[in-house]
Nanobody, 119 residues
Framework: QVQLVESGGGLVQAGDSLRLSCAASGRTFSSYTMAWFRQAPGKDREFVAHITWGSGSSTYYADSVKGRFTISRDNAKNTVYLQMNSLKPEDTAVYYC???????????WGQGTHVTVSS
């Protein structure tokens, strides 16, 4: 079992940067694949990025954020980050942190943090 708490959201202008954090409880954080999803008003939740478990973790990004967003993790701090650069108004959404063991669906979700990008 793992509990996730996001932070770092806010109101920024287009072109600005923001870093989201997701703090996880539990002693096996390093065993989880961690991901960020987002849900814009009136739209379905969509995948943003993930980072696999282990010391040789790999990352994967949605095309819409590739080259602008970077996901990283600090297993010593039980924290995953999402560095968001060159933000656009279409990045406005509630951002959720998620975790899973192995493959399959993400079983654990945070409560979300709001990001608003003004033009």
């Amino acid at each position: 079992q793992v509990q996730l708490v996001e932070s770092g959201g806010g109101l920024v202008q287009a072109g600005d940067s923001l870093r989201l954090s997701c703090a996880a409880s539990g002693r096996t954080f390093s065993s989880y694949t961690m991901a960020w999803f987002r849900q814009a008003p009136g739209k379905d939740r969509e995948f943003v990025a993930h980072i696999t478990w282990g010391s040789g973790s790999s990352t994967y990004y949605a095309d819409s954020v590739k080259g602008r967003f970077t996901i990283s993790r600090d297993n010593a701090k039980n924290t995953v980050y999402l560095q968001m650069n060159s933000l656009k108004p279409e990045d406005t959404a509630v951002y959720y942190c998620a975790a899973r063991l192995g493959g399959g669906a993400y079983a654990y979700w945070g409560q979300g943090t709001h990001v608003t990008v003004s033009s």
